[in-house]
């Protein structure tokens, strides 16, 4: 039996995109990002993103990953941030990194890996402080 | 007649300009004001802010019988005259030039590689740093016990004499000496005057020169110097190379922060150490998450640029004489310098002579006249 190709193509979709919100309820994030059948969503603590001022990124990862690291860099100048965040695991898929900081004015580049079921995704974010 | 009037008027109210500056650039001005920022006491430091520990730490501050040979005080090298800088290169055993203590109660890090996080850790620092004051915890707590008058000052600002164990009695002295050089705040400036008008769309006072605008333009824009001096104080208060040479001489090396992120780690006396007055380390985030990084090698501290008129020479080492050579530094930018990881945002500026008597012309105006420091009374008559 031979798969029709739009029913297969919207499957695949669902499979594929599911947004983090879907899966966490009440979870209301600044910006949602998607990739390799994981989606993860970030707010940041305090809002928005201070310039030179360490803070904390409030992620939910959907489906529940079995790891997940963030990092930051500027791709313009060639260099990251100067503090190595730390993540704390809050279950279901929810984490609070923290001691982040944005030392210089200008373009970051937010970077998400993630380890989940289907395997390793990474994503990105962009972002302006000033 | 009345709107001509008007008109005229306006015209001589309206801002002497010597160039506009666009919204975003005017926003930028906007955040590096107002001075000073707020003042909170260090959570670290249980007598930050308290006038007897102000005292006493003035008392300590001039105190030459804390030096390891009796005869050397903080006052040696951090002189009122010369904004408690020294106006000296680095030299002999001291590889970096002696930063003012103007305003370094907004400092992230301290020392020009950021091995502390603290006012009263840096403070301890150069009393045991045998190239410095070469004194130790026993000596001081020593002289502290045995001094009726410092006694007694110790006894005011901690509400106890000092105590049989020295390290306890020595940091306690830091945390004293700390909370005066929290004291030590630079007033308001020319340029701070010109922002102030700015917002309010006021002519520009006097002070602030059409060259001084001029410069303040470059700093905003072509030079992009605010990418690293930004805010009230003109600092990130991070750590960048910026092509000063790291090779001292043959055989040595200073590494900058790459050596401060070590010996912090290595320090007890830290914002997460037994030390703090901060049960919570509320303000531990930076230290509990700085990296070491390979890049770190030949970092310095990024200074404020206020009072730069007072503390040449300039640069971690003291190598550049005059406001000018520093300005030159940037307009002539070595990238060969730069170490491997150097950043890519560093590239000679190529600026003209006016431009550099502009950017010239624009630090010197963050700069105030240094207030009178009188001669304090007696932190205790105790009678002999």
Known sequence: ?130 | MKRLLLLLLCLLVQPAWAIDFSADERALIESFGPWPPPMQPDPSNRVSGRAEAIAFGRALFFEQRLGGDGKQSCADCHLPAKAWSDGKPGTGGLLRNTPSLLDIRWNRWFGWDGAQDTLWAQSLRPLLDPVEMNSSLAAIAGLLRKDATLACGYRQAFGTAPEADDERVAVNAAKALAAFQETLISAPTPFDGFRTAMAANQPVPAEFSAEAQRGLKLFVGEGQCAVCHFGPGFTNREFHDIGIPYAVRPGLVDPGRHLGIRRLRDSHYTLLGPFSDDPARSTGTETRHVDLLHRNWGEFRVPSLRNLAHTAPYMHNGSLATLRDAVRHYSELNEERLHADGEKLLRPLNLSDTQIDALVAFLLSLSAALPDFPEAEPVCRVKP
């Open chain 1, 1 to 130: 039996m031979r798969w029709p190709v739009l029913p297969a193509a919207l499957l695949l979709l669902l499979m594929f995109a599911v947004p983090a919100w879907a899966c966490l309820p009440g979870f209301e994030a600044a910006t949602t990002l998607t990739g390799n059948g994981q989606s993860l969503s970030f707010r940041s603590d305090p809002a928005p993103m201070p310039l030179g001022k360490p803070f904390a990124l409030e992620i939910a990862v959907c489906p529940p990953p079995r790891g997940l690291a963030v990092d930051a860099h500027m791709p313009a100048h060639r260099h990251g941030m100067n503090y190595r965040p730390s993540i704390r695991d809050l279950g279901g898929g929810r984490y609070r990194a923290e001691g982040l900081m944005l030392h210089m004015p200008g373009a970051w580049e937010f970077v998400f890996d993630i380890e989940g079921g289907a395997g390793r995704a990474r994503l990105t974010s962009a972002y302006t402080v000033r």
